[in-house]
């Protein structure tokens, strides 16, 4: 069953691309036609391609990898920030951190900073600073607080990338391929889709549009989220009925010794 149909990316403004004269030629396979000066999006390509990146983020999730969703233009930040957090999953809304996947262990420094202040505000240790060093503190955490603080779960590098506009988080992207990371993007008709794994054919500035892939996007790594959960209370019900039946056994077995030694007197 597929995820999103025609319609529904119709009524979001999916299919409206950028003017001609801004378009990239290697978007030319999902452009259906130009409507004065306009270039329109083939949504049975969208609607194919949103499929085929949902499952593939469920599947990751299903495994229970982190993905990663970038976004720092103005229209998607509130839409990651919401959908990202509704499965549990890191974003970045504010700024990339130059390095922030191909100098990670320095990025888990700056967070674990924010950590020991967090500490020190609990433990007390605040009371005996004066006001200045207090002022200062308070604004480096608040400073590692927008910029860090959705990442603060992110132990080890994600699994993948999400993108919302291929040009503008251009340098998320190139660190997730020199490390090997697949990305999925949304690609409005000035992208370049040979840039990232799963391009996604779709206006990448519109709020609905933004809205509708991501909605379908996040709904699979919640499928995946739940199935991972029902795979793991199988195998603990499955551990535990044999955990039971090995005791039956070891019991069935003494029954049996102590039978034979009362026979035996």
Known sequence: MARTNFDQLLQAGCHFGHLRRKWNPAMAPYIFMERNGIHIID???TVA???TAAEALKQIAKSGKKILFVATKKQAKDIVAEKAASVNMPYVNERWAGGMLTNFPTIRKAIKKMTNIDKMMADGTFSNLSKRELLQISRQRAKLEKNLGSIADLTRLPSALFVIDVAKEH??????QRLGIPVFAICDTNSDPNKVNFPI?????AKDSI???LGACCQAIAEG???RKAE???EKAAAEQAEE???GKKRAGRARKAEAEAAAE
């Open 245 to 247: 039946a090995a005791e």
């Open 232 to 234: 793991k209370a199988d």
């Open 43 to 45: 949504l049975h390509k």
């Open 49 to 51: 391609m949103t499929d």
């Open 171 to 176: 340098i998320a992207i190139a660190e997730a």
């Open 225 to 227: 989220l739940e199935e």
């Open 211 to 213: 809205n509708a892939i």
């Open 201 to 205: 054919p779709a206006n990448d500035d």
